[in-house]
């Protein structure tokens, strides 16, 4: 008996320090408590970008813990395994392209519904030269200001004349940062070339051939000559400054305002047969991007201790610190302002806006993806069938009633964002209107045209 009594006291003892330190988070035993998830093990497949940092904020910093959730961060090896890895079920939910759900939802990319009820960031991209290239234009340029495409011009002349082709490098065919820079060369007069149907290269009339790359690849890629720039998220740029083998000449603020960049990602399915778990995983999520907002940025440095790791970024802590701090360094000497770079929750960067999907199907329509023209009223439900803010506001109302953020922190939103910041080019967007907006472009495809192999018709 007197060791009976010994054995439940020694347990009563354990079960009281266990619920004292609550497995590292005061609030774990109340999420456990509550949580009936309908699936507890999620595994979420990333791209090594500084933009998973929500992610590993989320997992780091015991968000997910809290809300009941066994989290497995995978890293994959480019774009299209990724996407393939969530269609096919390999995967639960991911970083993903912007573009990713919305090419679901056009019928140009997965097959497998997929939608993204969250943004995870907002920019964070910036287009880097060579420097031989840059070399050759850096006479002509104002220092301290963002380049312009204009300066490309008389290098695009030279290599025409020597026979060799000017090749620039994007990380997907849908990705931002193909529409970015297609943006940016277009705006100086340049044009990028079009799609035909079911062509993944879009290089048909084009003065400038893309080709992708994945992204932790372009650095080496621009070293090794293949290509003579690139459009890439960070830490990728910043590599590049690190390895003095090319120069970050703008960033996508200054080409196009501001953009939804990447999203998290899931199939359709998955969100209607797991509720819960799906609400579980944008409640942690939202919170980490609100932590890494906090005051102005003050955790980012923490942040980039945690995304330097092998198992993130990997890269190292100088040269995520270069983008991460509302300050972006684009040379020896040259570390300009920019709070508009990378932001995580700041100016709602975290809500899913229709309207930033509806921009990412105007460039694809531009630019032939999306082969022929569409009614003003296709954009905004295409949207609406694959951004949903519908569940981003029920996981966000849900942490305001727990008292884990304040309820001003979330809009009061029809689903489309008022674009106050200016592109590079002057022309102003109005998601409602899409096709007009289209057809204001000097380069790019006009009402009823369409790409075929002798051009556009």
């Not at 590993?56 to 995978?74: D, H, M, Q, R, Y």
């Not at 939608?115 to 031989?132: C, E, H, Q, R, Y």
């Not at 340029?141 to 963002?146: D, N, R, S, T, Y």
């Not at 003095?244 to 199939?267: C, E, H, M, Y």
Request: hydrophobic share 40%.
């Amino acid at each position: 008996m007197r060791r009976q009594f010994l054995g439940t006291a020694i347990a009563l003892a354990l079960t009281t320090a266990l619920i004292g330190c609550g497995g590292g988070t005061s609030d774990a035993p109340k999420a456990m408590a509550k949580g009936d998830l309908e699936k507890a093990a999620v595994k979420i497949g990333f791209i090594k970008l500084t933009d998973i940092a929500p992610l590993v904020i989320a997992k780091e910093k015991g968000f997910f813990e809290e809300e009941g959730l066994s989290v497995t961060l995978e890293p994959q090896a480019n774009w299209k395994v990724l996407v393939d890895g969530v269609s096919g079920g390999q995967l639960d939910a991911a970083h993903m392209l912007a573009g990713h759900p919305i090419a679901s939802g056009v019928g140009i990319g997965s097959k497998v519904k997929i939608v993204a009820p969250l943004s995870l960031d907002m920019n964070g991209k910036g287009i880097t030269l060579s420097n031989k290239v840059y070399s050759l234009i850096a006479p002509t340029l104002e220092k301290g200001k963002p380049v312009p495409a204009t300066a490309l011009k008389p290098v695009l002349t030279q290599y025409k004349a020597d026979g060799k082709p000017f090749k620039m490098g994007v990380v997907f065919p849908v990705s931002g940062h193909n529409y970015v820079l297609r943006y940016w060369l277009a705006a100086g007069g340049i044009n990028p070339g079009y799609y035909l149907p079911g062509d993944a290269a879009g290089t048909t009339g084009a003065e400038v051939q893309l080709s992708v790359t994945p992204p932790p690849q372009m650095p080496a890629t621009l070293e090794a000559g293949t290509i003579d720039g690139y459009s890439v998220g960070e830490p990728w740029n910043q590599a590049s400054v690190a390895k003095k083998i090319g120069v970050p000449v703008i960033v996508d603020p200054d080409i196009a305002g501001l953009n939804a960049d990447k999203v998290f990602g899931l199939t359709e399915a998955f969100a209607k047969a797991n509720p819960k778990t799906t609400k579980a995983l944008l409640r942690a999520i939202i919170r980490a991007q609100m932590w890494l907002d906090e005051e102005g940025g003050k955790n980012r440095p923490e942040a980039v201790k945690l995304l330097a790791q092998s198992q993130y970024v990997g890269a190292d802590e100088k040269v995520l610190m270069a983008s991460m701090t509302g300050k972006f360094t684009f040379g020896d000497g040259d570390t300009r302002e920019t709070p508009e770079f990378n932001m995580f929750f700041d100016q709602n960067a975290s809500y899913p806006y229709y309207s930033d999907a509806i921009w990412i199907m105007t460039q694809m329509r531009r630019w032939g993806q999306i082969p022929e023209d569409k009614a003003d009223s296709w954009y905004i439900e295409t949207a609406k069938s694959v951004y949903r803010p519908d569940l981003y506001m029920d996981a966000a109302k849900s942490l305001v009633t727990d008292g884990k953020a304040k309820a001003d922190a979330f809009p009061e939103s029809d689903g489309f964002r008022s674009y106050t910041k200016p592109a590079i080019d002057g022309v102003a967007f109005d998601a409602k209107k899409p096709s007009a907006y289209i057809a204001s472009f000097s380069i790019g495809l006009k009402p009823g045209q369409k790409v075929t192999a002798a051009g556009v018709k």
